[in-house]
């Protein structure tokens, strides 16, 4: 499973849609279904243990539900499955923690029009709060060390256990939410060519982001692809508060006298599109500190001289 996620992210797919991981994959001529209707923590068939949980979509107007499921030490809290014919679930769950096995936790996002989802893996269920009937969940960690139930019972009982997430994971996955957040509510395509091929769309900050551990804000992005990302972030190509785009005189000259063009055909025009509601549209005062710039650098034609 977690082979299957990150080819998918090496190509650039790691937002899946429900059917990709109801269909899921083959494992020795079985099929590994990763999702179904109506159950939080998924189980196979064939399996003892359980497999995956989700989230479902955040409602609308908001970005992540992480912000009220993490907690300040990274645990995350799951609510274990509440009614009687879901208690194989919990169950299925209990077996996981005690084998040390890893899931994924998959997360369902829809900034846009598409209900996404991406996975969060390994998860290590770390413990289990039975007075407020939760697992204590670690994204990330190490999977070489099982859970001792009857430890968590007298420990649950006592008290909740915490799990401390190192900066650097939670930094990795507040990239990953970034990435993710961004190219679906851009619907993986270029603001500026609208080119479609996902492998080579990227999430670029308008400004450098400065708390990485904090909420990762659509508003300071823009799905561009590789090109015009890089030509974004070295003020070849600029953005103004009205999202019209700028060519850098330079650059507009280099492609005239050679007679080929990158940039210099969108000169003058508007970004394809931005996402639909309006608080993941591109910051207007971001995009002006980010244009300031790039106004600066390519007056008096300065940057001929000055390599970026
Ligand atoms: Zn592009």
Known sequence: MMAWFDARRHEGRELTTFRDLEVGFLWHGHRISLIARNQGIWKPAAFAAALTFKTTAPKEGREAPYEDRIDEDGTLRYKMAATRDKEWTNRAMMLAAERGYPLAWLVGTKPANTLYYYARFPAFITGVDLENREFLITIGGDPDQPVDLSDIRKRAAEGIERKYVSR??????????????????????????????????????????????????????????????????????????????????????????????????????RLTHVPERRALQPDGQRLRRHFDRFVDLNQGGLLGAVDL
């Not at 961004?182 to 708390?211: G, N």
């Not at 990762?216 to 030509?231: D, F, M, Q």
């Open 168 to 269: 650097w994971t939670k930094q990795r996955l507040h990239q990953q939410r970034f990435r993710e957040n961004v190219l679906s509510a851009y619907d993986m395509s270029c603001a500026v060519c609208d080119m479609p091929h996902a492998q080579l769309i990227e999430a670029a900050h308008i400004v450098a982001d400065a708390d990485d551990a904090g909420i990762p804000v659509v508003a300071n992005g823009l799905a561009l692809c590789r090109v015009h990302h890089t030509a974004y972030d070295k003020h070849l190509l600029g953005i103004d508060e009205s999202r019209r785009i700028h060519v850098a005189e330079r650059a507009r000259r280099l492609e005239e006298v050679t007679g080929r063009s990158a940039l210099a055909p969108f000169d003058g025009g």
